[in-house]
């Protein structure tokens, strides 16, 4: 079988019961499926080494939100946010006085890798503040942000990087917000996945770093992310499925995977992401940024933690 480019634990783990045509019954993957409101929710946890070694993940929990009308729906936007601050606080105990660093990875100059950037920008920063005078309260907890760059643009590893921040500033917890690659297109900009497994930057584009994680910090790191591209190929796998369906023996007997790789090859490293990318990283990022702005100002409500940002 191919290998299909994807970030989300909730694809890996279709392939992988696909594959085996055990769904829920993969050894050492625990799977809980429910809906809130307009949200659907798929946790997945990653219980033991074999379950690592099938889904090709670390263990852990993978928590995916799914919500269709994202782009569209104020409702959803509103739904969403709750949803990945309730989610979070599953994660990560949260008061005034935890300090959190948020780390926003990616290329701002590349729209389709903006998600970090863009989501710091409309995070509410408080850790200036909450070192002095506190006049904020216990409604707020200490948050930091960072935008890191790109090895392409500082010369410096994005690890090494958030390492001497961590050192510096001493947070309890890291953020890492990062745009991710899909297998599907229907899942670009209406899906948000949580993980507390840390986050290996520009995996999904086969440019892997070194992992943002707990091993390297020495601290718990949150990954949160949003798919924003798709490997061409895997396009094209898709619609290799409904051409073998409609189509002569001759063809059908090179098979799927043959022509697959054939495909992969003639398109090389090549990602597609939505024409409609600019409105899809504004929503995208104002959601996750708002999500956790929920989590860490516990008492605040979305109207009031908007109030504070200028979009």
Same mark, same amino acid.
């Given at each position: 079988?191919?290998?299909?480019?994807?970030?989300?634990?909730?694809?890996a783990?279709?392939?992988?019961?696909?594959?085996?045509?055990?769904?829920?019954?993969?050894?050492?993957?625990?799977?809980?499926?429910?809906?809130n409101?307009?949200?659907?929710?798929?946790?997945?946890?990653?219980?033991?080494?074999?379950?690592?070694?099938?889904?090709?993940?670390?263990?852990?929990?993978?928590?995916?939100?799914?919500?269709?009308?994202?782009?569209?729906s104020?409702?959803?936007?509103?739904?969403?946010?709750?949803?990945?601050?309730?989610?979070?606080?599953?994660l990560?105990?949260?008061?005034? &006085?935890?300090?959190?660093l948020? @780390?926003?990875?990616?290329?701002? %100059?590349? #729209?389709?890798?903006?998600?970090?950037?863009? =989501? +710091?920008s409309?995070l509410?920063?408080?850790?200036?503040?909450?070192?002095?005078?506190?006049?904020?309260?216990?409604?707020?907890s200490?948050?930091?942000?960072?935008?890191?760059?790109?090895?392409?643009?500082?010369?410096?590893?994005?690890?090494d990087?958030?390492?001497?921040?961590?050192?510096?500033?001493?947070?309890?917890?890291?953020?890492a917000?990062?745009?991710?690659?899909?297998?599907?297109?229907?899942?670009?900009?209406?899906?948000?996945?949580?993980?507390?497994?840390g986050?290996?930057?520009?995996?999904?584009?086969?440019?892997?770093?070194?992992?943002?994680?707990?091993?390297?910090?020495?601290i &718990?790191?949150?990954?949160?992310? @949003?798919?924003?591209?798709?490997d %061409?190929? #895997?396009?094209?796998?898709?619609?290799?499925? =409904? +051409?073998?369906?409609?189509?002569?023996?001759?063809?059908?007997?090179?098979?799927?995977?043959?022509?697959?790789?054939?495909?992969?090859?003639?398109?090389?490293?090549?990602?597609?992401?939505?024409?409609?990318?600019?409105?899809?990283?504004?929503k995208?990022?104002?959601?996750?940024?708002?999500?956790?702005?929920?989590?860490?100002?516990?008492?605040?409500t979305?109207?009031?933690?908007?109030?504070?940002?200028?979009?």
């Amino acid at each position: 079988m191919q290998k299909i480019r994807t970030d989300l634990a909730i694809e890996a783990h279709e392939m992988c019961s696909k594959e085996k045509a055990e769904k829920n019954h993969l050894d050492g993957i625990d799977v809980e499926e429910y809906k809130n409101g307009d949200v659907f929710i798929t946790r997945i946890t990653v219980t033991n080494e074999k379950g690592s070694e099938i889904l090709g993940k670390p263990k852990g929990n993978y928590i995916t939100l799914e919500i269709p009308n994202l782009k569209y729906s104020d409702e959803a936007y509103q739904s969403a946010c709750q949803e990945i601050a309730k989610q979070l606080e599953t994660l990560i105990k949260i008061t005034d &006085k935890t300090k959190t660093l948020v @780390v926003g990875l990616g290329n701002k %100059a590349i #729209t389709s890798d903006a998600l970090g950037p863009k =989501a +710091v920008s409309n995070l509410v920063v408080t850790n200036h503040i909450k070192q002095g005078n506190d006049f904020l309260g216990d409604s707020f907890s200490r948050v930091c942000a960072i935008v890191p760059g790109v090895l392409g643009t500082t010369g410096i590893e994005t690890i090494d990087i958030i390492k001497g921040v961590v050192e510096k500033t001493k947070p309890e917890i890291v953020i890492a917000i990062d745009a991710l690659a899909s297998r599907s297109m229907d899942r670009i900009s209406n899906t948000v996945q949580i993980s507390d497994t840390g986050i290996n930057p520009g995996s999904g584009v086969e440019n892997r770093r070194e992992g943002i994680n707990e091993a390297a910090l020495g601290i &718990k790191v949150i990954a949160i992310g @949003v798919p924003t591209v798709v490997d %061409a190929a #895997t396009v094209a796998s898709d619609s290799i499925d =409904a +051409v073998l369906a409609n189509t002569n023996e001759r063809i059908k007997e090179l098979g799927r995977d043959k022509i697959y790789s054939l495909l992969a090859k003639s398109v090389g490293n090549m990602m597609v992401t939505p024409k409609d990318i600019d409105s899809v990283i504004e929503k995208a990022s104002k959601t996750v940024a708002n999500g956790i702005n929920l989590a860490l100002h516990k008492d605040l409500t979305l109207s009031e933690i908007e109030s504070y940002i200028s979009y």
